[in-house]
Each structure stands twice: as C-alpha cells, then as structure tokens.
Nanobody
Framework: QVQLVESGGGLVPAGGSLRLSCAASGRTFSSCTMGWFRQAPGKEREFVAA????????YTADSVKGRFTISRDNANSLGFLQMNSLKPEDTAVYYC???????????????????WGQGTQVTVSP
C-alpha cells in the first residue's frame, strides 16, 4: 500500500510558476512508477507526466512539454511537479498517482495506477 498526499497548489497569474509536491508513505514507494494527472471541471482526468522508479526515465504530455518537469526524491519519499510558464488552461485539480509494475508504455493511462492522492487545486488567472 502507498498513501499519497499532494501539496503546493494555489492561485497564480499567467506566466507564473508553482511546484507541486507529493508525499508518499509506505515502504515501497521507491519501487513505484509515479505519475501526475489533472482534471478540469467537466473534463476527463488527463495525463501530465510520469517518472520511473529510479528517476532515470520521464515522459511528459505534449501540452506541458518544455514547461513542466517531473522529478522524485526516493530517499524522502517525495515526488515533484515543477510548473513554469503557467497558462489559464492549466487550471485543474492535480493528482499524483503511483503503482508497481507499470509497463512504461502504459504510464500515461489513468487505469495503470492503483494509488492516488486527494488532489490539489491549481488556478491560473489570465
């Protein structure tokens, strides 16, 4: 079992930056693939970025590539999403997710992850 708690969301003007954190509990986080997803009102949950267990591989959605960076600190059971050059369309609830034994080719699928945080709101004003 892995429990996840996100933090770091808030209200920021367009062009600003935020850094989301995901604190994990459970001994097996360091062996999990971790992902960030987001869900805007009235829309489906969508993939943002993923990172493999070692941090050696990352995958980022085209919509945020070059602006968002995913990273992790296994020693402290933390995951991060650095978000720069934020746009109003980035407004959403952001969720971190984790699971073991995810095929890397499936890391962008919501259904690949069993463990989810409660989400943190990110609002980008025009």
């Amino acid at each position: 079992q892995v429990q996840l708690v996100e933090s770091g969301g808030g209200l920021v003007p367009a062009g600003g930056s935020l850094r989301l954190s995901c604190a994990a509990s459970g001994r097996t986080f360091s062996s999990c693939t971790m992902g960030w997803f987001r869900q805007a009102p009235g829309k489906e949950r969508e993939f943002v970025a993923a990172i493999n267990w070692s941090g050696g591989s990352t995958y980022t959605a085209d919509s945020v590539k070059g602006r968002f960076t995913i990273s992790r600190d296994n020693a402290n059971s933390l995951g991060f999403l650095q978000m720069n050059s934020l746009k109003p369309e980035d407004t959403a609830v952001y969720y971190c997710a984790a699971d073991h034994d995810i095929l890397w080719s499936e890391c962008s699928r919501v259904g690949s992850y069993d463990y989810w945080g409660q989400g943190t709101q990110v609002t980008v004003s025009p």
